[in-house]
Protein backbone atom coordinates (compact mmCIF):
# COMPACT_ATOMS: atom_id res chain seq x y z
CA UNK A 1 0.00 0.00 0.00
CA UNK A 2 1.41 3.13 -0.93
CA UNK A 3 2.23 5.35 1.97
CA UNK A 4 1.46 8.63 0.32
CA UNK A 5 -2.52 7.74 0.35
CA UNK A 6 -2.92 6.26 3.55
CA UNK A 7 -3.75 9.86 5.57
CA UNK A 8 -4.18 8.37 9.39
CA UNK A 9 -0.40 6.97 9.26
CA UNK A 10 2.40 8.52 11.47
CA UNK A 11 3.50 11.88 9.72
CA UNK A 12 7.13 10.81 10.66
CA UNK A 13 7.32 6.91 10.31
CA UNK A 14 4.39 5.32 8.43
CA UNK A 15 2.82 3.33 11.38
CA UNK A 16 -0.96 3.05 11.71
CA UNK A 17 -1.79 6.33 14.27
CA UNK A 18 -4.79 7.34 15.85
CA UNK A 19 -3.36 10.88 17.37
CA UNK A 20 -4.40 13.63 15.14
CA UNK A 21 -2.84 17.03 16.40
CA UNK A 22 -5.48 19.15 18.14
CA UNK A 23 -3.75 22.21 16.85
CA UNK A 24 -3.30 22.17 12.92
CA UNK A 25 -5.36 18.80 12.37
CA UNK A 26 -3.06 18.64 9.41
CA UNK A 27 -0.86 15.43 10.83
CA UNK A 28 -1.12 12.24 12.45
CA UNK A 29 1.35 10.49 15.04
CA UNK A 30 1.73 6.94 16.08
CA UNK A 31 2.71 7.78 19.92
CA UNK A 32 3.22 11.16 22.12
CA UNK A 33 6.96 10.79 21.14
CA UNK A 34 6.01 11.97 17.61
CA UNK A 35 3.85 13.96 18.10
CA UNK A 36 6.36 16.24 20.15
CA UNK A 37 8.28 16.07 17.36
CA UNK A 38 5.85 17.70 15.70
CA UNK A 39 4.65 19.95 17.79
CA UNK A 40 7.57 21.86 19.06
CA UNK A 41 5.54 24.41 22.02
CA UNK A 42 4.07 26.72 20.03
CA UNK A 43 4.95 25.93 16.52
CA UNK A 44 3.55 22.45 14.16
CA UNK A 45 6.19 21.67 11.68
CA UNK A 46 4.55 22.46 8.66
CA UNK A 47 5.80 18.47 6.51
CA UNK A 48 5.05 15.02 6.97
CA UNK A 49 7.30 12.40 5.97
CA UNK A 50 6.40 10.60 2.34
CA UNK A 51 8.09 7.52 0.20
CA UNK A 52 8.91 7.24 -3.20
CA UNK A 53 10.89 3.74 -4.46
CA UNK A 54 12.87 6.32 -6.85
CA UNK A 55 13.91 8.97 -3.82
CA UNK A 56 13.26 7.15 -1.03
CA UNK A 57 11.87 8.76 2.39
CA UNK A 58 11.44 13.14 1.52
CA UNK A 59 9.32 15.39 3.09
CA UNK A 60 6.43 16.82 1.78
CA UNK A 61 4.75 20.53 2.93
CA UNK A 62 1.55 19.99 5.10
CA UNK A 63 -0.15 23.66 4.21
CA UNK A 64 1.06 26.66 2.05
CA UNK A 65 4.67 28.11 3.83
CA UNK A 66 5.25 31.56 3.01
CA UNK A 67 8.98 32.77 2.09
CA UNK A 68 11.14 33.15 5.26
CA UNK A 69 8.77 31.06 7.37
CA UNK A 70 10.42 28.51 10.11
CA UNK A 71 10.00 24.85 9.13
CA UNK A 72 12.25 22.85 10.82
CA UNK A 73 14.42 23.17 13.79
CA UNK A 74 15.96 20.58 15.66
CA UNK A 75 19.07 19.29 17.97
CA UNK A 76 21.49 17.27 16.41
CA UNK A 77 20.80 13.01 17.25
CA UNK A 78 24.84 12.34 17.39
CA UNK A 79 27.88 14.42 16.68
CA UNK A 80 31.73 13.17 16.96
CA UNK A 81 34.75 13.49 14.33
CA UNK A 82 34.74 14.30 11.45
CA UNK A 83 36.48 11.37 8.96
CA UNK A 84 39.97 11.75 8.37
CA UNK A 85 40.38 15.26 9.38
CA UNK A 86 43.30 14.80 11.62
CA UNK A 87 43.68 14.80 15.60
CA UNK A 88 40.71 16.72 17.31
CA UNK A 89 39.01 16.86 20.66
CA UNK A 90 36.66 14.05 20.84
CA UNK A 91 34.13 15.63 22.74
CA UNK A 92 33.82 19.61 21.78
CA UNK A 93 35.26 18.66 18.41
CA UNK A 94 37.82 21.45 17.80
CA UNK A 95 40.96 20.86 15.88
CA UNK A 96 44.04 20.55 18.76
CA UNK A 97 47.93 20.19 17.58
CA UNK A 98 48.69 18.25 21.38
CA UNK A 99 45.96 16.32 22.76
CA UNK A 100 45.43 15.28 26.51
CA UNK A 101 44.65 11.84 26.78
CA UNK A 102 41.61 10.80 28.68
CA UNK A 103 42.15 9.21 31.98
CA UNK A 104 40.40 6.20 31.42
CA UNK A 105 40.48 5.49 28.05
CA UNK A 106 43.18 7.28 25.92
CA UNK A 107 41.29 8.91 23.51
CA UNK A 108 42.59 12.76 21.85
CA UNK A 109 41.06 15.39 23.99
CA UNK A 110 41.70 18.87 24.49
CA UNK A 111 41.45 19.28 27.92
CA UNK A 112 40.33 16.28 30.92
CA UNK A 113 36.82 18.44 31.45
CA UNK A 114 35.68 17.03 28.17
CA UNK A 115 36.30 14.05 29.11
CA UNK A 116 33.90 14.46 31.44
CA UNK A 117 30.71 15.09 29.07
CA UNK A 118 27.88 13.05 27.64
CA UNK A 119 29.16 12.60 24.85
CA UNK A 120 32.64 10.90 25.01
CA UNK A 121 31.05 8.85 28.27
CA UNK A 122 29.11 7.08 25.56
CA UNK A 123 32.32 5.50 23.88
CA UNK A 124 34.92 5.62 26.75
CA UNK A 125 34.16 2.00 28.43
CA UNK A 126 34.46 0.38 24.55
CA UNK A 127 38.28 2.24 24.26
CA UNK A 128 39.68 0.86 27.75
CA UNK A 129 40.33 -2.21 26.31
CA UNK A 130 44.48 -2.37 27.22
CA UNK A 131 44.77 -3.75 23.66
CA UNK A 132 43.90 -0.46 22.63
CA UNK A 133 46.01 2.02 24.81
CA UNK A 134 49.59 1.03 23.03
CA UNK A 135 47.56 1.82 19.65
CA UNK A 136 45.89 5.42 20.55
CA UNK A 137 49.49 6.25 21.11
CA UNK A 138 50.54 5.84 16.93
CA UNK A 139 48.82 8.35 14.96
CA UNK A 140 47.69 6.29 12.41
CA UNK A 141 45.97 4.16 14.59
CA UNK A 142 44.17 7.11 16.93
CA UNK A 143 42.85 8.14 13.44
CA UNK A 144 41.64 5.38 12.90
CA UNK A 145 39.79 5.78 16.16
CA UNK A 146 38.61 9.12 16.22
CA UNK A 147 37.44 7.95 12.49
CA UNK A 148 34.75 5.61 14.14
CA UNK A 149 33.56 7.66 17.09
CA UNK A 150 30.36 8.97 15.26
CA UNK A 151 29.22 5.90 14.03
CA UNK A 152 29.90 4.19 17.52
CA UNK A 153 28.07 6.83 19.56
CA UNK A 154 25.26 6.85 16.84
CA UNK A 155 25.09 2.99 17.58
CA UNK A 156 25.28 3.38 21.44
CA UNK A 157 22.71 5.96 21.08
CA UNK A 158 20.21 4.19 18.86
CA UNK A 159 20.46 0.83 21.30
CA UNK A 160 19.96 2.99 24.13
CA UNK A 161 16.62 4.33 22.94
CA UNK A 162 15.94 0.88 21.18
CA UNK A 163 15.58 2.08 18.02
CA UNK A 164 16.18 -0.39 14.93
CA UNK A 165 19.25 0.84 13.05
CA UNK A 166 19.48 -1.97 10.65
CA UNK A 167 16.19 -0.48 9.43
CA UNK A 168 17.26 2.95 9.32
CA UNK A 169 19.88 1.95 6.82
CA UNK A 170 18.02 0.29 4.32
CA UNK A 171 18.16 1.47 0.39
CA UNK A 172 20.03 1.84 -2.08
CA UNK A 173 23.64 -0.43 -1.64
CA UNK A 174 25.82 2.13 -0.33
CA UNK A 175 30.00 1.62 -0.60
CA UNK A 176 30.84 -0.31 2.19
CA UNK A 177 32.78 1.62 4.41
CA UNK A 178 36.34 1.11 5.29
CA UNK A 179 36.47 -1.35 8.54
CA UNK A 180 40.07 -3.01 8.44
CA UNK A 181 41.03 -0.29 11.36
CA UNK A 182 38.07 -1.47 13.46
CA UNK A 183 39.01 -4.92 13.32
CA UNK A 184 42.64 -3.78 14.39
CA UNK A 185 41.50 -1.45 17.48
CA UNK A 186 37.83 -2.46 18.74
CA UNK A 187 37.25 -5.92 20.22
CA UNK A 188 32.72 -5.28 18.81
CA UNK A 189 32.20 -8.82 17.64
CA UNK A 190 28.83 -9.18 18.56
CA UNK A 191 28.45 -5.14 17.66
CA UNK A 192 30.14 -5.56 13.90
CA UNK A 193 27.30 -5.57 11.67
CA UNK A 194 25.22 -3.31 13.28
CA UNK A 195 28.40 -0.95 13.38
CA UNK A 196 29.13 -1.31 9.47
CA UNK A 197 25.57 -0.57 9.31
CA UNK A 198 25.87 3.10 11.43
CA UNK A 199 28.69 4.04 9.11
CA UNK A 200 26.53 3.79 6.07
CA UNK A 201 24.10 6.07 7.85
CA UNK A 202 26.50 8.21 9.32
CA UNK A 203 28.61 8.36 5.71
CA UNK A 204 25.31 9.26 3.92
CA UNK A 205 23.42 11.84 6.17
CA UNK A 206 25.85 13.48 8.37
CA UNK A 207 26.16 17.35 8.29
CA UNK A 208 29.48 18.89 8.83
CA UNK A 209 29.86 21.86 11.36
CA UNK A 210 32.78 23.45 9.60
CA UNK A 211 30.37 26.47 8.95
CA UNK A 212 30.71 27.25 13.00
CA UNK A 213 34.16 26.06 12.98
CA UNK A 214 34.07 22.83 14.43
CA UNK A 215 36.21 19.57 12.61
CA UNK A 216 33.07 17.37 13.04
CA UNK A 217 29.99 16.34 11.98
CA UNK A 218 26.41 15.65 13.08
CA UNK A 219 23.32 13.63 12.23
CA UNK A 220 19.83 14.98 12.28
CA UNK A 221 17.47 12.29 11.81
CA UNK A 222 14.84 14.39 10.67
CA UNK A 223 16.60 16.90 8.53
CA UNK A 224 18.73 13.70 7.23
CA UNK A 225 15.14 12.80 5.32
CA UNK A 226 15.04 15.81 3.36
CA UNK A 227 16.40 14.93 -0.42
CA UNK A 228 18.18 17.22 -2.65
CA UNK A 229 17.54 20.06 -5.14
CA UNK A 230 20.70 22.04 -6.30
CA UNK A 231 18.04 25.17 -6.65
CA UNK A 232 16.22 24.56 -2.97
CA UNK A 233 13.40 26.27 -1.85
CA UNK A 234 15.34 25.86 2.21
CA UNK A 235 18.16 27.51 3.66
CA UNK A 236 19.83 26.25 6.55
CA UNK A 237 21.95 27.28 9.86
CA UNK A 238 23.11 25.29 12.49
CA UNK A 239 23.40 27.60 15.52
CA UNK A 240 25.82 27.79 18.76
CA UNK A 241 24.14 24.59 20.47
CA UNK A 242 24.67 22.94 17.00
CA UNK A 243 20.75 22.67 16.63
CA UNK A 244 19.65 22.68 12.67
CA UNK A 245 17.27 25.78 11.56
CA UNK A 246 15.77 25.12 8.03
CA UNK A 247 14.03 28.04 6.66
CA UNK A 248 12.38 28.55 3.81
CA UNK A 249 13.82 30.75 0.74
CA UNK A 250 10.70 31.32 -1.47
CA UNK A 251 6.84 30.80 -0.87
CA UNK A 252 6.00 27.02 -0.64
CA UNK A 253 2.65 25.49 -1.59
CA UNK A 254 0.82 22.51 0.19
CA UNK A 255 1.66 19.70 -0.99
CA UNK A 256 5.19 20.52 -2.66
CA UNK A 257 8.31 18.74 -1.57
CA UNK A 258 10.75 20.09 0.75
CA UNK A 259 14.34 20.03 -0.56
CA UNK A 260 18.17 21.44 0.93
CA UNK A 261 21.33 21.43 -0.99
CA UNK A 262 23.75 18.86 0.07
CA UNK A 263 26.95 20.24 -2.13
CA UNK A 264 28.44 23.12 -2.28
CA UNK A 265 26.86 26.08 -4.47
CA UNK A 266 29.51 26.91 -6.54
CA UNK A 267 30.17 23.35 -8.41
CA UNK A 268 29.85 23.38 -11.74
CA UNK A 269 29.13 19.98 -14.17
CA UNK A 270 30.92 17.42 -13.97
CA UNK A 271 32.43 17.53 -10.84
CA UNK A 272 28.82 18.36 -8.80
CA UNK A 273 27.07 15.03 -10.35
CA UNK A 274 29.98 13.05 -9.69
CA UNK A 275 29.66 14.44 -6.09
CA UNK A 276 26.20 13.56 -5.64
CA UNK A 277 25.99 9.96 -7.60
CA UNK A 278 30.09 9.07 -5.13
CA UNK A 279 28.11 9.84 -2.20
CA UNK A 280 24.66 9.85 -2.01
CA UNK A 281 24.05 7.49 -5.43
CA UNK A 282 21.62 9.68 -7.17
CA UNK A 283 21.04 11.95 -10.28
CA UNK A 284 19.73 15.30 -9.50
CA UNK A 285 17.17 16.03 -11.96
CA UNK A 286 16.53 19.62 -10.61
CA UNK A 287 16.19 22.61 -12.71
CA UNK A 288 19.78 23.85 -12.76
CA UNK A 289 20.82 20.13 -13.32
CA UNK A 290 18.13 19.87 -16.56
CA UNK A 291 19.35 23.24 -17.74
CA UNK A 292 22.61 22.95 -19.89
CA UNK A 293 23.27 26.66 -19.21
CA UNK A 294 22.31 26.18 -15.17
CA UNK A 295 20.26 29.36 -14.99
CA UNK A 296 22.20 31.54 -17.64
CA UNK A 297 25.35 31.01 -16.11
CA UNK A 298 27.24 28.59 -18.13
CA UNK A 299 28.93 28.10 -14.79
CA UNK A 300 30.24 24.92 -16.26
CA UNK A 301 30.95 26.31 -20.12
CA UNK A 302 34.25 24.89 -21.74
CA UNK A 303 35.56 26.65 -24.90
CA UNK A 304 34.51 24.83 -28.13
CA UNK A 305 37.38 22.57 -29.46
CA UNK A 306 36.36 23.16 -33.02
CA UNK A 307 38.54 25.57 -34.84
CA UNK A 308 37.76 29.09 -35.65
CA UNK A 309 34.37 28.66 -33.47
CA UNK A 310 34.75 30.51 -29.92
CA UNK A 311 31.52 29.22 -28.48
CA UNK A 312 31.16 27.00 -25.43
CA UNK A 313 30.55 23.07 -24.86
CA UNK A 314 28.04 22.52 -22.26
CA UNK A 315 26.18 19.33 -20.56
CA UNK A 316 24.38 17.50 -23.29
CA UNK A 317 23.68 13.70 -22.03
CA UNK A 318 25.33 12.36 -19.26
CA UNK A 319 28.74 11.42 -21.60
CA UNK A 320 28.05 14.37 -23.91
CA UNK A 321 28.60 17.71 -24.56
CA UNK A 322 27.53 20.24 -26.92
CA UNK A 323 28.51 23.57 -28.44
CA UNK A 324 25.84 26.02 -27.99
CA UNK A 325 27.63 27.99 -31.41
CA UNK A 326 27.96 25.16 -33.88
CA UNK A 327 26.11 22.29 -32.11
CA UNK A 328 29.67 20.52 -32.06
CA UNK A 329 29.75 17.58 -30.45
CA UNK A 330 32.73 16.45 -27.26
CA UNK A 331 32.84 13.58 -25.28
CA UNK A 332 33.23 13.77 -21.78
CA UNK A 333 36.75 13.01 -21.57
CA UNK A 334 37.75 15.68 -22.61
CA UNK A 335 35.56 17.59 -20.78
CA UNK A 336 37.32 15.65 -17.69
CA UNK A 337 41.08 16.63 -19.65
CA UNK A 338 40.26 20.13 -19.48
CA UNK A 339 38.97 20.25 -15.67
CA UNK A 340 41.96 17.56 -14.17
CA UNK A 341 43.75 20.35 -16.16
CA UNK A 342 42.50 23.64 -14.94
CA UNK A 343 42.56 21.91 -11.37
CA UNK A 344 46.26 21.43 -11.82
CA UNK A 345 46.93 24.37 -12.29
CA UNK A 346 45.10 25.95 -9.60
CA UNK A 347 46.73 23.52 -7.36
CA UNK A 348 50.32 24.18 -8.27
CA UNK A 349 49.54 28.15 -8.39
CA UNK A 350 47.83 28.38 -5.27
CA UNK A 351 49.18 25.94 -3.23
CA UNK A 352 51.63 28.46 -1.30
CA UNK A 353 51.04 32.37 -0.49
CA UNK A 354 49.77 33.46 -4.11
CA UNK A 355 49.97 37.06 -4.92
CA UNK A 356 47.45 39.30 -7.21
CA UNK A 357 49.98 39.00 -9.89
CA UNK A 358 49.62 34.78 -9.91
CA UNK A 359 46.08 35.44 -9.01
CA UNK A 360 45.89 37.37 -12.49
CA UNK A 361 47.74 35.01 -14.48
CA UNK A 362 46.22 31.63 -13.03
CA UNK A 363 42.92 33.44 -14.24
CA UNK A 364 43.82 34.22 -17.66
CA UNK A 365 44.96 30.81 -18.18
CA UNK A 366 41.45 29.25 -17.25
CA UNK A 367 39.97 31.74 -19.63
CA UNK A 368 41.81 30.42 -22.49
CA UNK A 369 39.78 27.04 -22.41
CA UNK A 370 36.96 28.05 -19.61
CA UNK A 371 34.36 30.53 -19.92
CA UNK A 372 34.73 33.86 -17.68
CA UNK A 373 31.57 32.40 -15.38
CA UNK A 374 33.33 29.01 -14.90
CA UNK A 375 33.07 27.76 -11.03
CA UNK A 376 37.15 27.28 -11.23
CA UNK A 377 37.64 30.64 -12.54
CA UNK A 378 34.80 32.00 -9.94
CA UNK A 379 36.99 30.40 -6.81
CA UNK A 380 40.48 32.10 -7.91
CA UNK A 381 38.95 35.20 -8.12
CA UNK A 382 37.31 35.00 -4.97
CA UNK A 383 40.63 34.78 -3.84
CA UNK A 384 41.76 37.48 -5.41
CA UNK A 385 39.21 40.12 -3.93
CA UNK A 386 40.13 38.40 -0.66
CA UNK A 387 43.76 39.09 -1.28
CA UNK A 388 42.93 42.57 -2.12
CA UNK A 389 41.09 43.17 1.14
CA UNK A 390 44.20 41.92 3.64
CA UNK A 391 46.75 43.72 1.05
CA UNK A 392 46.88 46.20 4.08
CA UNK A 393 48.39 48.95 1.95
CA UNK A 394 46.72 51.75 -0.45
CA UNK A 395 45.46 50.16 -3.12
CA UNK A 396 45.93 51.72 -6.81
CA UNK A 397 43.27 53.01 -9.37
CA UNK A 398 43.96 49.68 -11.66
CA UNK A 399 43.60 47.33 -8.73
CA UNK A 400 40.58 49.62 -7.50
CA UNK A 401 38.83 48.70 -10.76
CA UNK A 402 39.28 45.07 -10.82
CA UNK A 403 38.11 45.13 -7.10
CA UNK A 404 34.75 46.88 -8.59
CA UNK A 405 34.83 43.94 -11.57
CA UNK A 406 35.46 41.38 -10.08
CA UNK A 407 32.96 41.35 -7.19
CA UNK A 408 29.97 42.50 -9.20
CA UNK A 409 30.75 39.25 -11.51
CA UNK A 410 30.62 37.34 -8.44
CA UNK A 411 27.85 38.63 -6.74
CA UNK A 412 25.99 38.77 -10.19
CA UNK A 413 26.96 34.51 -10.54
CA UNK A 414 25.56 34.30 -6.97
CA UNK A 415 22.21 35.73 -7.16
CA UNK A 416 21.47 33.61 -10.21
CA UNK A 417 22.50 30.67 -9.18
CA UNK A 418 20.39 31.11 -6.14
CA UNK A 419 19.11 34.12 -4.59
CA UNK A 420 19.11 34.18 -1.36
CA UNK A 421 21.11 31.76 0.26
CA UNK A 422 23.28 31.69 3.39
CA UNK A 423 26.39 31.17 1.00
CA UNK A 424 25.64 34.65 -0.73
CA UNK A 425 25.49 35.89 3.05
CA UNK A 426 29.23 34.47 3.59
CA UNK A 427 30.49 35.81 0.25
CA UNK A 428 29.16 39.29 0.67
CA UNK A 429 30.37 39.77 4.55
CA UNK A 430 34.19 39.52 2.76
CA UNK A 431 32.87 41.34 -0.58
CA UNK A 432 31.30 43.94 0.63
CA UNK A 433 33.55 46.32 2.35
CA UNK A 434 36.71 45.92 0.03
CA UNK A 435 33.89 46.56 -2.54
CA UNK A 436 32.46 49.71 -0.99
CA UNK A 437 35.70 51.18 -0.28
CA UNK A 438 37.48 50.78 -3.75
CA UNK A 439 33.58 51.65 -5.66
CA UNK A 440 34.13 54.53 -3.75
CA UNK A 441 36.93 55.96 -4.50
CA UNK A 442 36.83 54.65 -8.35
CA UNK A 443 33.00 56.55 -8.61
CA UNK A 444 33.97 59.80 -7.02
CA UNK A 445 37.49 60.36 -9.26
CA UNK A 446 35.61 59.10 -12.42
CA UNK A 447 32.49 61.77 -11.44
CA UNK A 448 35.21 64.90 -10.40
CA UNK A 449 37.15 63.76 -13.86
CA UNK A 450 33.24 64.10 -16.01
CA UNK A 451 33.82 60.56 -17.13
CA UNK A 452 30.28 59.91 -15.45
CA UNK A 453 27.44 62.05 -15.06
CA UNK A 454 25.50 63.04 -11.46
CA UNK A 455 22.99 60.18 -12.38
CA UNK A 456 25.70 57.02 -12.69
CA UNK A 457 27.50 58.75 -9.64
CA UNK A 458 24.49 58.64 -7.53
CA UNK A 459 23.58 54.88 -8.76
CA UNK A 460 26.81 53.66 -8.09
CA UNK A 461 26.96 54.61 -4.61
CA UNK A 462 23.15 52.97 -4.24
CA UNK A 463 24.71 49.77 -5.20
CA UNK A 464 26.25 49.67 -1.61
CA UNK A 465 22.81 49.62 0.13
CA UNK A 466 21.03 47.05 -2.33
CA UNK A 467 24.43 45.13 -1.42
CA UNK A 468 24.08 45.61 2.27
CA UNK A 469 20.34 44.81 1.65
CA UNK A 470 20.89 41.27 -0.59
CA UNK A 471 23.67 40.49 2.55
CA UNK A 472 20.33 41.13 5.63
CA UNK A 473 18.12 39.01 3.49
CA UNK A 474 20.32 35.92 3.48
CA UNK A 475 21.40 36.31 7.14
CA UNK A 476 17.90 36.77 8.51
CA UNK A 477 17.48 32.56 8.55
CA UNK A 478 18.48 33.06 12.42
CA UNK A 479 15.77 35.36 12.78
CA UNK A 480 13.08 33.31 10.72
CA UNK A 481 9.75 32.42 12.80
CA UNK A 482 6.70 30.26 12.79
CA UNK A 483 3.90 31.05 11.20
Known amino acids: MSKESDSNRCFLCFKSST ?21 NGDFCSPFRVEFRDDVGRYLVSTRNIKKKELILTEPPFVTGPSLGRGLVCAECLKSIKISVPCFSCNIPLCNQSCGDKANHRLECQYFQNPLLQGALGESDNAQTVLDIILPLRYLLKSEYLQQTVTDLSKGEPWPEPETSGLKQVLCLEEHRELLQDCMRIVFTNSKSLV ?6 SAVYNVY ?23 VSNTDIGAGTEISTRYGGLNIGQPRRSELLYQHWRFRCKCSRCEDPTELE ?35 LDYVLRVIRKAESNIKNNLGGEPDSGILEKTISVLETSLHPNHYLISQVKFVLVSWYAQAGRELSREEQERIVQVSLQLIDLLQRLDPVNVTLGRVLRILIPVWSQANKQVNKQDFESGIIEKKEFERNKLKCFEFVDLLIASSSINKAKPN
Open 224 to 246: SLMNHSCVPNTNLSIAKDLSIRV
Open 19 to 39: LECSECRLVYACSTKHLKEHR
Open 297 to 331: TRTSGILCQVQDCSGYILPYTSLLWRCETCQGISG
Open 211 to 216: DIGLTG
